[in-house]
Each structure stands twice: as structure tokens, then as C-alpha cells.
């Protein structure tokens, strides 16, 4: 690649942020950064040692863009990915507008990334999706797969900068001996469990739940039967995932841990005798799906359990974005 112009929606945001750090720890060739938000409001962001003002997204100069990450909202999406790519940029969107459009790929790159073709809108899954069909695909192509359920443990940053706060300080009024006010959830997260992330919408599963299904299927091509049941906890960063499969053809446990551990983006973690046993803590800061607790269901003959866990802002937002853009990079030859 050589140098790139590369445009950031949502550049003082969470994800924005990350988009950022990993940018520049990847040494990506960006020959113009262009962090946009809402408005400039006399903002800045840091990159390679500049600051560099944030400009308003609706004053933004398309025409002088290659890439644009956009990570900022739904709405923002719809306004102004269209535009973008009626310039000729290339659009890796991290927000659900486009995931399900029939003409928009959905792309992780250890997956499915020749889907991608010459898009000018591309999407990017949800982050509890991304880790999930990293950590399935090796075991799909190997041993097909009947079924999935999967049960998540989704981090608060999951839900931008302002849920991080909240559990902060939800946390210090528990801890003075009062009950918090809910404000980012319809309760308090603070050393409590919500069993949704979302709204309900059909059949009682929520949104969330929804997007592991239908995404992880437009992913793989195929009509997977998988259901879930997404659930917040009061972790700052990293989601995990139990995950219950049952493969096609009958294999050992030792075969499903040996396609693990070969499998692109995947580290196999999982020697609960020495310590080695995922978390969210080992897991945040860095790239990799980390997947343990690989082990037989006691009564179905081809049923196995997982625990795959990975950081919800590296892998499953800006580095999976930034993968995408990678793999694209005869686009900018
Ligand atoms: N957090 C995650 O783990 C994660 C994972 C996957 C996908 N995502 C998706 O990534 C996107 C960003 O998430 P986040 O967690 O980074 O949220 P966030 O921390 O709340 O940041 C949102 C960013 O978007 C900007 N923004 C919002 N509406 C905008 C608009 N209409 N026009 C221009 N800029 C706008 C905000 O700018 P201002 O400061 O000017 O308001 C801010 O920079 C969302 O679509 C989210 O669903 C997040």
C-alpha cells in the first residue's frame, strides 16, 4: 500500500480511538489522516506524535479520501457512506445500517474476505459475531456443523465511551453502600448481570441475539442453526462467549483442538492444570480470539464446549476493520 488518505468517522469515540492505535502500531502507510465527528468543537486527536483537529463529518472533502473507517452510528452511516463511495472511497463500516443489505459483504478476513470483491461499502460484523465465526470457521470447513448455541459475557465498552463511565461510577456509589441510578442500561451494571444487551424484538431474543444468528450465516454462506442469548457484565473490555456446537462427523477432542490451533486468529489457550484458561483480562489490548475449555458434551456423541474470548474494540471493531482494509490493499497500488 502506499501512502494512504484515510478518513476516521467517529475518531473521538471509542472505537475511533482504537482505529488509531492500532493504525499506528501496525505502521499502516497513512499519508493523511482525517478524524471526523459531529462537529470540530475544538477537538483533536493524536497520531504519530501530530495533533490533528477533528473536522465536521458534513464538511469533509470525499475526493481527497481513499479509506474511510466509519465508527460512529447508524444514522451517520446511512447519511454519508453513500456519499463517501460515490467518491470512489473504500467504506469499512463498523455499524449494523449495511450488515444485512444483499449488496453489502459482511467481511471478517480469516473468513471470508474474497466476498469483499469491489465493493465500495463494506461492512464489518458485530463484535461479539466477529470472535464467535473466527473461532467456528476452522471447525465448519473440518468437520461441518449441525448446531450452535452460544451464551455471551459482553463487555460495558461494547457500548461506547459513555458506558465505561457509567460502570465507573455505578461502581463507587455501590461500594459507598448505595444503589446506583440507572442511566446507560435500564438497570444498574455495576455487580450485576443483565441477561440482554438490547432491545426484545422477535420471537423474545433480542437484538443482539439476532445479529449472532443472522450475521454469522450471511458470513458463512449457509443457514446455520445457531441461537443465542447475549448477556452484559460489568467488564470493562474483552467479551467471552460459551459456546456449545455440534459438528457434523464424529471427531476426537484432541482433532478439535488441533484445527484450533492451527487456525488463522485463533490462540489456543487451554491448559486449565497451568493456569491457561481465557479472560477478558488476557485477552484486552491485543488481536487474537483466544479459545479454552475445549471439551466433550457428556451426552452427545458429537457435542463439544468452548469459551472463546477476545478483546470487543481490537478484534472485533477497529483491528477487524483495518484487517479488511489490509486485505484490499491492491486497491491502492
Ligand atoms: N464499542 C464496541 O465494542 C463496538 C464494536 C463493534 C461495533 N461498534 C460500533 O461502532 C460505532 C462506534 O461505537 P463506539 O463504541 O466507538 O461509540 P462512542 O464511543 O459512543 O463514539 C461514537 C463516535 O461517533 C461519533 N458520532 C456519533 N454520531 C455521529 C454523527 N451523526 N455524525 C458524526 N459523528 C457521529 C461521535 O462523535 P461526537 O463525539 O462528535 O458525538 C463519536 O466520535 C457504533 O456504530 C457501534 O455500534 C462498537
Keep these: 500500500m502506499s501512502g494512504l488518505r484515510v478518513a476516521i468517522l467517529g475518531a473521538t469515540g471509542l472505537v475511533g480511538e482504537t482505529i488509531l492505535r492500532v493504525l499506528e502500531e501496525r505502521r499502516t502507510p497513512v499519508r493523511r489522516l482525517v478524524p ?31 479509506v474511510a473507517f466509519f465508527a460512529a452510528s447508524n444514522e451517520a452511516s446511512e447519511r454519508y457512506a453513500p456519499e463517501a463511495a460515490s467518491y470512489g472511497v473504500t467504506v469499512i463500516d463498523k455499524s449494523s445500517y449495511f450488515r444485512m443489505d444483499p449488496k453489502v459483504p459482511l467481511i471478517v478476513p480469516e473468513v471470508n474476505l474474497a466476498a469483499a470483491g469491489d465493493a465500495r461499502i463494506i461492512a464489518s460484523p458485530n463484535c461479539s459475531t466477529i470472535q464467535l465465526v473466527v473461532a467456528l470457521n476452522p471447525i465448519l470447513l473440518r468437520f461441518g456443523l449441525e448446531r450452535v448455541i452460544v451464551s ?56 443482539e441475539e439476532w445479529k449472532l444468528t443472522r450475521e454469522s450465516q450471511k458470513i458463512f454462506g449457509q443457514a446455520l442453526a445457531l441461537s443465542a442469548t447475549a448477556v452484559r457484565v460489568p467488564v470493562y473490555v474483552g467479551h467471552s462467549e460459551s459456546v456449545y456446537l455440534e459438528t457434523t462427523r464424529a471427531v476426537a477432542e484432541e482433532e478439535v483442538r488441533d484445527c484450533l490451533r492451527e487456525a488463522p ?60 482494509m489490509e486485505g484490499l490493499s491492491h486497491r491502492w497500488r
Excluded at 36 to 65: C, M, N, S, Y
Excluded at 155 to 182: N, Y
Excluded at 295 to 318: E, Q, Y
Design 36 to 66: 471526523l465527528a459531529t462537529g470540530g468543537k475544538g477537538r483533536h486527536v493524536e497520531f504519530r506524535g501530530h495533533t490533528i483537529p477533528v473536522e465536521a463529518v458534513d464538511q469533509v472533502r470525499w475526493d481527497e479520501v481513499d
Design 152 to 207: 455471551t459475557y459482553q463487555a460495558v465498552s461494547g457500548t461506547g465511551r459513555e458506558a465505561i463511565e457509567t460502570l465507573h461510577q455505578e461502581a463507587k456509589t455501590s461500594l459507598a453502600g448505595e444503589r446506583p441510578e440507572p442511566s446507560t442500561y435500564p438497570v444498574p451494571i455495576a455487580f450485576n448481570v443483565l441477561p440482554y444487551c438490547d432491545r426484545f424484538m422477535d420471537e423474545n431474543y433480542t437484538g
Design 265 to 324: 486468529g485463533v490462540r489456543l489457550w487451554d491448559s486449565p492444570s497451568e493456569g491457561k484458561v481465557p479472560t477478558p483480562l488476557d485477552v484486552a489490548g491485543q488481536d487474537l480470539v483466544w479459545v479454552g475449555r475445549v471439551r466433550r458434551d457428556l451426552f452427545h456423541p458429537r457435542g463439544f464446549h468452548l469459551f472463546v474470548v477476545a478483546d470487543n474494540l481490537r478484534k472485533g471493531a477497529a483491528t477487524n476493520a483495518i484487517q479488511i
